[in-house]
Nanobody
């Protein structure tokens, strides 16, 4: 079994910052790509940022220059530093991890989501 747990969401004023964390734990052999997605009410879940195990990153155009994704491979943890937040960043943020479990199988895991609300 693998668990993916996010933390760090909350309420912040426009222009403020938040840092999200996500840790994967359990029957893990290795963690490949990790990423953050978000879903606003009535909208689809979209990629915000992703990072490979070697540190290559990818960002949605809407967050480039404001958000930074990073990871700690020893702790199987990924972070999302969000600066200059805007009301349109309000959403539930989900962590995703592509995990090779101890049986050798590659599985996709999601966290339960953490709410980020940006007030104007």
């Amino acid at each position: 079994q693998v668990q993916v747990v996010e933390s760090g969401g909350g309420l912040v004023q426009a222009g403020g910052s938040l840092r999200l964390s996500c840790a994967a734990s359990g029957s893990i052999f290795s963690v490949r790509e990790m990423g953050w997605y978000r879903q606003a009410p009535g909208k689809q879940r979209d990629l915000v940022a992703s990072i490979t195990s070697r540190g290559s990153t990818n960002y949605a155009d809407s967050v480039k220059g404001r958000f930074t994704i990073s990871r700690d491979n020893v702790k199987n943890t990924v972070y999302l530093q969000m600066n200059s937040l805007k009301p349109e960043d309000t959403a539930i943020y989900y962590c995703n991890a592509a995990v090779v479990v101890t049986t050798g199988r590659l599985n996709d895991y999601w966290g339960q989501g953490t709410q980020v609300t940006v007030s104007s």
